[in-house]
């Protein structure tokens, strides 16, 4: 069983910063392939920004893509979000998941079920 715990979301102006972190329980974090998810409200959960077990390979949605960096610190069990430039449009609940492998093929990587656990989820609310 993996549990994973967000923090870092809250309330910031348009074009501000914020920084997600997602804490993972277990011994064999490295191993485990990790996305971010955000779901607004009224609408679908959908595929953020995902990293394979060593982070060297980062994979972005095109909305978030220049603007956002996935990072992971693999001796703290810790997987990041560092959000840039923000837009009231990225509003939303953010999740991270892991999968139970060290790298997804692309197309698997962007669905939900592809993950075998998620967070509880952290509040990212953006301004104008």
């Known amino acids: 069983q993996v549990q994973l715990v967000e923090s870092g979301g809250g309330l910031v102006q348009a074009g501000g910063s914020l920084r997600l972190s997602c804490a993972a329980s277990?011994?064999?974090?490295?191993?485990?392939?990790m996305g971010w998810f955000r779901q607004a409200p009224g609408k679908e959960r959908e595929f953020v920004a995902a990293?394979?077990?060593?982070?060297?390979?980062?994979y972005y949605a095109d909305s978030v893509k220049g603007r956002f960096t996935i990072s992971r610190d693999n001796a703290k069990s810790t997987v990041y979000l560092q959000m840039n430039g923000l837009k009231p449009e990225d509003t939303a609940v953010y999740f991270c998941?892991?999968?139970?492998?060290?790298?997804?093929?692309?197309?698997?990587?962007?669905?939900?079920?592809?993950?075998?656990?998620w967070g509880q989820g952290t509040q990212v609310t953006v301004s104008s």
């Open positions: 277990g011994p064999t974090f490295s191993r485990y392939f």
């Open positions: 990293i394979n077990w060593n982070g060297g390979g980062t």
């Open positions: 998941a892991s999968a139970n492998s060290i790298r997804l093929p692309m197309g698997a990587m962007l669905t939900t079920r592809s993950y075998d656990y």
